[in-house]
Each structure stands twice: as C-alpha cells, then as structure tokens.
C-alpha cells in the first residue's frame, strides 16, 4: 500500500458493473459472450486474408489490416475481465491495474482514431490526386504514417495517465463502471479536480472533436470531388467513402459523448461505454469487409483453400 501523509492511499477499486439486476447481467454476458466468440476470429480472419493475399497489398488494406489489429486488441482490455466480473459477487480491480487498463484503453484508442484520419489522407489522395498517388503513399510514407500514429496514441495516453497518477486517492473506492476510464476515476480524488478535468476535456474531448469535423470536412471534399468521375469510378469512390463515414460515427459519437462534456454522470454512460468499448470495435472491421469485393473474394479463396486442405 502506498502511503502519502496524513491520507490512506487506495490499492483497489470496486467496479459496481454494468446493471445490479442479475437477470439483466446475465442476459448482457451472453449477448457480449456470443458477439465477442463470433467478431473477434472474424477480426484475426480479416488480418490473415490480407497478408496471405499478394493482390491486396494497396495502402488501403495494409491500413485496414491495422484498423483489424487494433480493433481485436481493444477489445481485449474491457471485454475479458467484463465477462469475468458478470460472474464474480465482488468486482475488484488493483490502483496499478486500473491504471494500466486505462493507459491502454486510451493508447490504442487514440491510435485507432489517428488511423481513421491517416485512411481519410489515403482516400483523398487516391481520390482527388489519383496520379500522384503511387508517390505520395509508399510503402516507406505507409510505415511512416503507422509509426506516427502509434506515437500519437502513446503520447495522448500517457497525459492522460500523468494527470491522474498525481491525484490523491483516500476513498471511497467504488468506481461507478465496468472498467476504469478518466471519469470516473477523476471523480474518486480527494482533491479539488477542476482544473484536471478541463485538462482531460481539452486532451479528449476536443481532440475527438477536431479529429471528427476535419474527417468529415474531408469525406465531404471527397465526395464533391467525384461527382465528375465515371460512373464506375464514382460507384467504387461513393462505396468506400460511405464505409469510411459510418465507421467514423460508431468510433467518434460515443467518444465525443462520453469525452466533450464536464464528469458528471448521465444515465445512458454506461451503455454508450458497453458500445464503445465492445461492441463498435469489434464490429468496424466486419463493416468495412462486408462492403469490400475484394477482400470478401480474397477471404472465400482463403477458406476454400483450407477447407480442400
């Protein structure tokens, strides 16, 4: 137990969960059971396809098979000790361990959100500047893109981690969710936390926000620019801009929700968060892969072959 004087330092927290009603529990832990044992392979499958398939190697599916990566390991922060904690009577996670969940809650979703504008970048050169298009985005510009995003989301998850670990926690302990996030947790300090929570807002919220209006500020770009395509052309481009911009939705509605808005407790927070957490990032790149000839061809041909096999 850390000691700070005059105050008893807080080694744990009680996760209050989702609902207190079991039949409820026990409906959610099934649904979120069968969704995750369904998406999650169909996840791993999208990654496989991509990398064993030489004709899928344009920036587009190399960002894709990142989008896959990325949504499969966010998935594993929440969704695992959820589906423990429906079953357990008391819910109990350590200081370091809700810390260590949050920083990688927000690690890889800051990185998954700095990919939807890189794949936004990618779209709007192929689209609107198709003959540069091989020049622009190489595969060493491609790597490039990757590793600055990683470091995006790590920079943003570590603020996020530094103004919290500063924060004297005395009690109580019993944290309002199913997993530890910045508002709640903020909510448990034993000390005046306005300024920290402005700060949180400002490293969130505001940049959730940015980040959606200028991705659609540019999809719009994008599609006035096709209106002088082919028809063919234009079909394709519509196609993949309306993907882009649904997924756009699922990651950044429930973010700006939950981020945007002083800490202060709503009754639809935890099911946005249940959304947010499971159930869209699971669900983007199966959205992205059902609207995609190509890589539904390229995954048939891979399943063929191993059934054969």
């Known amino acids: 137990m850390m000691a700070r004087e005059n105050s008893t330092e807080v080694t744990e927290f009680i996760l209050l969960g989702l609902t207190q009603s079991q039949d409820v529990q026990l409906l959610v832990f099934t649904l979120v059971l069968i969704f995750y044992l369904i998406i999650l392979p169909g996840n791993f499958l999208i990654i496989l396809t991509i990398r064993s398939d030489p004709s899928l190697t344009a920036p587009l599916y190399f960002f894709l098979g990142n989008l896959a990566f990325l949504d499969a390991s966010y998935s594993f922060i929440v969704a695992p000790r959820m589906l423990v904690d429906f079953l357990s009577e008391k819910k109990v996670i350590s200081y370091k361990g809700c810390i260590t969940q949050l920083f990688f809650l927000h690690f890889l979703g800051a990185g998954e959100m700095f990919l939807l504008v890189v794949m936004a970048f990618d779209r709007y050169i192929a689209i609107c500047r198709p003959l540069h298009y091989s020049t622009v985005m190489n595969p060493r510009a491609c790597y490039a893109l990757l590793l600055a995003l990683w470091l995006g989301g790590f920079t943003h998850s570590i603020v996020q981690v530094a103004l919290i670990i500063h924060l004297p926690f005395c009690g ?128 048939r041909k891979l399943l063929s072959h191993h059934m054969v096999c």
């Open 172 to 299: 109580p302990n019993r944290l309002d969710n199913f997993f530890c996030d910045v508002p709640q947790v903020i909510k448990l300090a034993c000390a005046d936390t306005f300024v920290v929570e402005l700060l949180m807002v400002s490293n969130s919220g505001l940049l959730t926000l940015l980040c959606f209006l200028g991705l659609l500020a540019s999809y719009a770009v994008i599609l006035c620019r096709v209106k002088g395509h082919s028809s063919a052309g234009k079909s394709k481009a519509l196609s993949t801009c309306t993907t882009h911009i649904i997924i756009v939705f699922l990651m950044f509605g429930p973010a700006i929700f939950i981020y945007t808005r002083p800490f202060r407790a709503f009754p639809a927070d935890k099911v946005v968060s249940l959304f947010h957490t499971v159930i869209f990032p699971l669900m983007n790149p199966v959205i992205y892969t059902l609207r995609n000839q190509e890589i539904k061809a390229s995954m």
